[in-house]
């Protein structure tokens, strides 16, 4: 459908071992450092995935295939799960499904960016109006408790763990060093951006343009001529 809207005819692929671009690729080198979730981020999560399995529940008790629950309920086999119940009109499932999706992204963020990260996802959601299963989420006891929890734990400080090995990382830079830190989630930039500030790090930020947020065009070349001037490192 892509192609024939954008009336393209060919497509070339390339990748780092390309005749033409390998020779542009440097050489990357890879330091895995492994950090360990806290109790109270562990506690989260476990009540997530408790109000999660009481969702997969309803859909394997609605007759949806077994197939799209596995040992991890994943966002693409529920992604494949709600084509199979748009294709039969199963429009009773949609409730529980769409509230499963929600969930899985929920421990996504939880586990990857941290406790800030999931409670603006959550406010973000309780201040839309008319959305599929919504109520639900909300009400679900599991979630109640996780995000009250969640709520408890940022007001004494508590993030994840990443954030403070990052800062281990971070600090013996020299003056004339400097670092690029990348993150997948918009909310997490302005977390690290504050709290990498309070601890008297010299940081700015680069975001995209979205909408009302985000940078501007002017704003996004600002930040690399400042990244450029020393004015952070």
Avoid at 116 to 137: Q, T
Wanted: glycine share 8%; no cysteine; hydrophobic share 35%.
């Amino acid at each position: 459908v892509i192609l024939r809207t954008l009336a393209i005819q060919n497509i070339e692929f390339r990748d780092h071992e390309s005749i033409d671009v390998k020779s542009y690729v440097q050489e990357t080198k890879i330091d895995w450092i492994e950090v360990e979730l806290s109790e109270p981020l562990k506690q989260i999560l476990d009540l997530l995935r408790k109000g999660l399995g009481t969702y997969v529940d309803q859909l394997k008790q609605g007759g949806l295939n077994t197939k799209f629950f596995g040992i991890k309920v994943s966002l693409k086999t529920l992604l494949e799960a709600r084509r199979e119940i748009e294709s039969h009109g199963r429009y009773e499932l949609r409730s529980p499904l769409y509230t499963a999706i929600r969930l899985v992204h929920a421990i996504d963020l939880l586990e990857t960016q941290g406790i800030s990260a999931f409670i603006k996802f959550f406010e973000r959601l309780s201040s839309r109006e008319r959305v599929i299963g919504l109520k639900k989420l909300m009400n679900n006891e599991f979630v109640k408790e996780a995000y009250e929890i969640a709520k408890g734990a940022r007001l004494i400080g508590e993030e994840h763990p990443k954030i403070s090995k990052l800062k281990e990382v971070l600090e013996p830079l020299k003056e004339n060093e400097k670092a690029i830190v990348f993150t997948g989630y918009r909310d997490s930039v302005e977390e690290l951006f504050q709290r990498l500030n309070e601890d008297g790090l010299r940081v700015g930020y680069l975001i995209g343009k979205s909408g009302d947020t985000g940078q501007s065009q002017y704003e996004q070349v600002e930040a690399l001529n400042d990244l450029k001037k020393g004015k952070f490192n």
